[in-house]
Structure formats: structure tokens, C-alpha cells
């Protein structure tokens, strides 16, 4: 399976931390916080191809990553696009940068992508093994009682099996208690659609906003998500990020 994981964004809220280094590669616990998730993907044995969109002022910086991933982690391909955006005023969006993605590697088969600066820490194997064993459009969902957590997710309305009868991004009025991170799994023919996501909705960002709209085309379900996921969304919230990190992994 390829991942492709979305890195090129220019994290605002995190300035002055992100005047200089780019979100995901912030360190958290001595570490680039985007080796959290490359660890684990690569770790399922699952994930044999990563493409990490960045973006042109941050290149340089995830070049250097590729090379510290190629000497310890030789085993795992990394492929960088490049979008060129020098500036927030200038980026593609998310979609846009998923769809640079995939002209540059098209999708043949089942596609993991995820946003580069979110921590997790669930059963990731369960999740790629749902995928491989039953092909289909899949995304994570997880009951979350706090309403103001809700309204800075993506949320799911699901029906009969837990196919996602609506999707909705970081909604004021969250119209059910369902969160779902962004970490998708979509089929080749739902990467396909893209182009025509992107033509009718040229402003659209957060992927969350192409699965808004493919769910009215295509079928996309939900799995259940056992553990959780913090979200590196501000100052506050990076600076408590080793916290979260080490409380989980000392229940583990």
C-alpha cells in the first residue's frame, strides 16, 4: 500500500515555532513529530511506498528527513513532491496538493493519506488489515463527547453498516458525536474523482472537504477507532504533545 501524506501546509497558528521549520518536523520528544506516524505505518508492514507533499520553502528541510530516514530506515521508499507554494497566500490546499500527488504517482491500488501533524496512538494494523481484507473507501471515526473538540474535526453520520451517510469538516453545529481524524484509506476510483472535486470546488482545502463530497458518489465506511489521537494544532497543544505521548505510552 502507498501512503501519502500531507505536509506542505505552513501551520500559522504554530508561529513564531513554524517561522523556520515546518510543523511535522518539529521535534517532539527528540524527534521529528512526523517519524511518530512514518514509524508506525512502516512498523504494519503494510506500507511498502510514502509520497510527502511539501511545499517550496519548506523543501529543503524534508530533504534533509529523507536522507537522516534513508541511513537508519533504508528499507522504506520516501518520495517528496514538491508544490512550490512559498507562502500561505500561495498553497495549493490539501486536495490540491493530494492531486499533484497522484499526477505524480498515480493511484493503483488501495491509498492511505493523512495529514503529516497529527499523533495516534490506536491499532493502526487492524485498520490497514480492514482495508486489505475488505477493499473500500474506509476513513476512522471515535465517539467524542466534547463539543468543542467536535467542531475542530471532521464528523460522520453513519448508517447501516457504518457507511458514512455524511461527512462534514470542522462543522459550528456538529450533527452527531462521530469524529474522524484525517487519515483516510480511498480506492483508485475515488482518487480518480479528485479532479472533478477540485474543478468544482477550486478553493476547497482540508481533504476532509473532498470526502464531503465523495460520499454522495461513492461509497465510504467507517471504522470504529480503539485509542486516540491528538491533534498538534497550536502552540498550547505542541507544547503538550511529549505529555500526551508519554502518558499513553505508559498504559500501553
Same mark, same amino acid.
Given at each position: 500500500?502507498?501512503?501519502?501524506? &500531507?505536509?506542505?501546509?505552513?501551520?500559522? *497558528?504554530?508561529?513564531? &515555532?513554524?517561522?523556520?521549520?515546518?510543523?511535522?518536523? $518539529?521535534?517532539?520528544?527528540?524527534?521529528?513529530?512526523?517519524?511518530? &506516524?512514518?514509524?508506525?505505518?512502516?512498523?504494519?508492514?503494510?506500507?511498502?511506498?510514502?509520497?510527502?507533499?511539501?511545499?517550496?520553502?519548506?523543501?529543503?528541510?524534508?530533504?534533509?528527513?529523507?536522507?537522516?530516514?534513508?541511513?537508519?530506515?533504508?528499507? %522504506?521508499?520516501?518520495?517528496?513532491?514538491?508544490?512550490?507554494?512559498?507562502?500561505?497566500?500561495?498553497?495549493?490546499?490539501?486536495?490540491?496538493?493530494?492531486?499533484?500527488?497522484? =499526477?505524480?504517482?498515480?493511484?493503483?491500488?488501495?491509498? &492511505?493519506?493523512?495529514?503529516?501533524?497529527?499523533?495516534?496512538?490506536?491499532?493502526?494494523?487492524?485498520?490497514?488489515?480492514?482495508?486489505?481484507?475488505?477493499? *473500500?473507501?474506509?476513513?476512522?471515526?471515535?465517539?467524542?463527547?466534547?463539543?468543542?473538540?467536535?467542531?475542530?474535526?471532521?464528523?460522520?453520520?453513519?448508517?447501516?453498516?457504518?457507511?458514512?451517510?455524511?461527512?462534514? =469538516?470542522?462543522?459550528?453545529?456538529?450533527?452527531?458525536?462521530?469524529?474522524?481524524?484525517? $487519515?483516510?484509506?480511498? =480506492?483508485?476510483?475515488?482518487?480518480?474523482?479528485?479532479?472533478?472535486?477540485?474543478?468544482?470546488?477550486?478553493?476547497?482545502?482540508?481533504?476532509?472537504?473532498?470526502?464531503?463530497?465523495?460520499?454522495?458518489?461513492?461509497?465510504?465506511?467507517?471504522?470504529?477507532?480503539?485509542?486516540?489521537?491528538?491533534?498538534?494544532?497550536?502552540?498550547?497543544?505542541?507544547?503538550?504533545?511529549?505529555?500526551?505521548?508519554?502518558?499513553?505510552?505508559?498504559? %500501553?
Amino acid at each position: 500500500m502507498r501512503a501519502i501524506l &500531507l505536509c506542505a501546509g505552513f501551520a500559522t *497558528r504554530l508561529r513564531p &515555532l513554524t517561522d523556520d521549520q515546518p510543523k511535522p518536523l $518539529l521535534p517532539v520528544r527528540g524527534r521529528p513529530l512526523l517519524d511518530d &506516524l512514518v514509524d508506525q505505518l512502516v512498523a504494519t508492514g503494510r506500507v511498502d511506498h510514502l509520497v510527502v507533499v511539501t511545499n517550496g520553502r519548506f523543501a529543503g528541510h524534508f530533504e534533509a528527513w529523507c536522507d537522516a530516514r534513508a541511513r537508519s530506515s533504508p528499507e %522504506s521508499r520516501i518520495d517528496l513532491v514538491n508544490d512550490g507554494a512559498l507562502g500561505n497566500e500561495s498553497r495549493l490546499g490539501a486536495v490540491g496538493d493530494l492531486a499533484l500527488a497522484l =499526477e505524480t504517482f498515480p493511484a493503483s491500488g488501495p491509498t &492511505l493519506v493523512a495529514a503529516g501533524d497529527n499523533l495516534f496512538r490506536f491499532d493502526l494494523p487492524a485498520f490497514l488489515g480492514d482495508c486489505a481484507q475488505r477493499p *473500500r473507501n474506509l476513513i476512522l471515526s471515535y465517539r467524542e463527547p466534547d463539543l468543542a473538540r467536535l467542531r475542530r474535526s471532521g464528523v460522520a453520520v453513519l448508517g447501516p453498516g457504518r457507511r458514512v451517510e455524511r461527512f462534514v =469538516e470542522k462543522p459550528a453545529d456538529p450533527p452527531a458525536d462521530c469524529a474522524c481524524p484525517p $487519515l483516510y484509506c480511498f =480506492e483508485p476510483s475515488a482518487l480518480a474523482l479528485v479532479p472533478e472535486f477540485l474543478g468544482s470546488e477550486p478553493a476547497a482545502d482540508p481533504p476532509g472537504g473532498f470526502l464531503a463530497w465523495l460520499v454522495a458518489r461513492e461509497p465510504v465506511f467507517a471504522h470504529e477507532m480503539r485509542g486516540s489521537r491528538f491533534d498538534v494544532g497550536t502552540v498550547e497543544a505542541y507544547r503538550a504533545a511529549e505529555a500526551w505521548l508519554d502518558a499513553r505510552d505508559a498504559d %500501553s
